[in-house]
Each structure stands twice: as C-alpha cells, then as structure tokens.
C-alpha cells in the first residue's frame, strides 16, 4: 500500500510540474491597448524575443466589420532574448506604447507607421546616447 501511495505523489508532482510548464508557453504574449482615447488598436508583444504587432478594429461594407493586423516593421521585429513587456502612458493622444526590456531597463516606443508597427532604437538612461542635434 506504500508504494502505490508514494507513486500516486510522484504522478501527481509530474502532472502539477507540466501544468506549470504549459502555462509558462501559454503565458508568452502580452497585451495592451493604446492609450489614444478614441483609437480600437491593442498592441501585442512576445514576451521572450521582444517582437511587437498591433490589431485594431476595420469597418467593413456589408459586414459586422473586420480584424485590421499590423506586422513589424522596422525596430518591431525580434530583438535580443530578454523578459519584454508593454507599458501605454497615460497621455490620451498617444496611439504608441512603451516596449521595455524587464532585465536591463532598455525602452523604445512602438507605433504603427503605415501598414507595420515600427520602434525606436532602444534607449537606457544608463547608456550612452547621442546628443540631440544642436546640443554638446
């Protein structure tokens, strides 16, 4: 009777460590909508590569509408493997968010430019970027 009890702990410690995994793969996007008060559009961010998409809301003739997607474009695409999330700001004009790098504390602002959703080079206020122009 020992035995079967030892391994019913066993069993169940496995199949609670594959739940556990399994929501660590379902968990890989984050999603947050832009800020601009009168704009449908959620940004998505995958998590571990940084890579950011947006969706928004279409109108359609003749149709209950459609699902308008924005692929990454320049800056959106895979960056280095890191922890990324989304912050949106609480400017109400703002149709960009905040990509953040969780582990160096890099940002740069994504938004949608034309058909692709686009990002500035990642900024640290460690690092050592270049000054404005017309500035020493």
């Known amino acids: ?16 460590g594959l739940l556990v995994a399994g929501a660590a793969q379902a968990a890989s996007y984050e ?10 559009r959620v940004y998505r961010v995958d ?27 320049e800056g959106a695409g895979p960056q ?6 989304l912050v949106a700001s609480r400017h109400l004009r703002e149709a960009g968010v905040f990509r953040v790098n969780q582990r160096t504390g ?8 034309d058909d ?6 990642q900024g640290n206020a460690g690092s050592t970027a270049p000054a404005p122009a017309g500035k020493p």
Request: charged content about 10%; overall charge positive; some cysteine.
């Open 106 to 113: 890099a940002m740069s602002i994504c938004y949608v430019l």
């Open 47 to 73: 998590k571990a590569t940084g890579e950011v998409i947006s969706c928004q809301y279409g109108l359609q003739e003749n149709t209950i509408g459609t699902t308008l997607c924005f692929g990454p474009g």
């Open 1 to 16: 009777m020992r035995g079967r009890a030892g391994y019913r702990v066993r069993v169940a410690g496995i199949a609670a």
């Open 31 to 40: 999603f947050v909508p832009a800020p601009q008060a009168d704009l449908n």
């Open 116 to 121: 692709a959703v686009v990002c500035t080079p």
């Open 80 to 85: 280095a493997p890191s922890e990324y999330s």
